[in-house]
């Protein structure tokens, strides 16, 4: 099976936030440069606050965490509901309504613990996350299964190691709480991602 892009803006587990100059560069370069990408805004926000206080370097992994886990859902959320239209198998579809659902809840309690700890999400889906979701309207039928499940399934590791390790690592109490509380989730999630994969691997 051929590599696929991650759902993630990039690998979590051992980064801080980009510099901030690289962040206003990473917008700048966006394909419509009068609108600038939102996940480099959020990081460029947060990067502003936290070189005006005293804060760690576990606290940068705190809001780079909270960013990652807003673009991978949010695409996560979009996706779902494409694949409820447009998925040949009915379990496909099915998992597809759960992901939307979770995801939503998801969603919402990542917003209210931001706005508690003054993080900034992303507004919106990245230019590669665009790029990806404009991706999938080429795909229909198998294809668009086969695609989907294994998207997804790539990113539902990323997470789930993400939300390990945060569970424990996160400086912020409230932080690990939220990773902790959603860990189980993203684990059966990703079961299940994986026992459909075998499934769909193989479509055309």
Known sequence: MSQRPSLLPWPFLGRVLLPAALLLQTAACSPDASQKDPVAQAKFENERRIS????????????????NTAVASQLTVQLSQ??????????????AGTLQKDHTTLNQALRELAQQKSIVLPTGLGTDQQKRYREFGSYSGGSFDREYIGQLTD????????????????????IRGFAANYLPIIQQHLTQLKDLEDQTEDLK
Do not use: I, N, W
């Open 82 to 95: 494409l694949a409820q239209q447009k998925a040949a198998l009915p379990a496909v579809r099915a998992l």
């Open 52 to 67: 005006s206080e005293d804060v760690t370097k576990k606290q940068e992994r705190d809001a780079e965490f909270m960013v």
């Open 155 to 174: 990113s539902y590791k990323q997470l789930a190691e993400a939300f390990d390790d945060m569970r424990e690592d996160a400086y912020d109490g409230d």
